[in-house]
């Protein structure tokens, strides 16, 4: 089940053209100086080849090259997932044998890496007809890929921000599909996909909370989102039940107005988001001041979400 990603495996994946399009990069020498990037981002996105027909044989181990995404017709189908480097700006598309891993009527809610290096997502179904969707599920990107069925959840309610702790262990947040509270911060059982919550941690019932990231120290992080995008820095204290806010995030001196899309810790201990300002394109990669909630851009990375991989 493992599906340990190393640096140089990455650095082995080629283009793909319209993932990465308008992506704009540091020089080798910044990327050099910059520690810890050892960051994949994961996203979707329309399988076709050169002629807009449906790559139907793509496995979790094959290359995509640069023309294989390069025209995307409006309606093509199956969706695909997208892994790729924030470090070469290669990426690999991602099906169980010719099975995609994310259908059109589901979204990806959450990604992680577990601590032995197993790169895990959560997939939601969107209701899009009256028919029954399908439940719930985390994803295992091993050889073979595994996924479990989430159990534990209301029909009205998503589980998203997942983490994989230093410890072992899954967790993540729930709340309603469309992102409002009540949030609560909640265990997944890895043999079973079973969810039970983590009644320490008590979230406001009328704050939209995102993104867990936790540091190689232990401390656990995640962001408040208000009504109008502002977005506070949180900790998380495993004896306290109520989080502790260390300041509301900005970027050369504005705040910031949309929410995060991914919160992540490097091994030096650094907290890294992904996101953007509202209006505003690609997502991009900024360094966070845990102290000030300074926000300094690294790297655009036109992905969905990111987490950190593991040796």
Sequence with gaps: MNYKVSRRRFGQLALAGTVVSGLSYLTKKALAETPSLNIVGIGSSPLVNTDQTVITEVHTTELVENTALNSVSTDIKPVGLILQSLMTGKAQVLRDKSTPLLEPNEILSGFTSLSDGTLVVAITPVAISQRQPTPTRITFLGTPVKSLIVSGLKPNQQ??????????????????????????LVDINLQTGEISSISKIKFLDDERVSNLAECPDGILYTSIVGAYGETTLVQLEPNQKKPIRLGQLKVNGQAWNNGLQSLVCSTTGQLLALGAMRYETPNAVFIVDKKSGNMTRLQDFDTAQITRTRA
């Design 159 to 184: 589980l998203g921000s997942l983490l994989g702790t230093n410890d072992g262990r899954l967790i993540g947040l729930v709340g309603k599909k469309n992102g409002t509270p009540p949030i609560r």
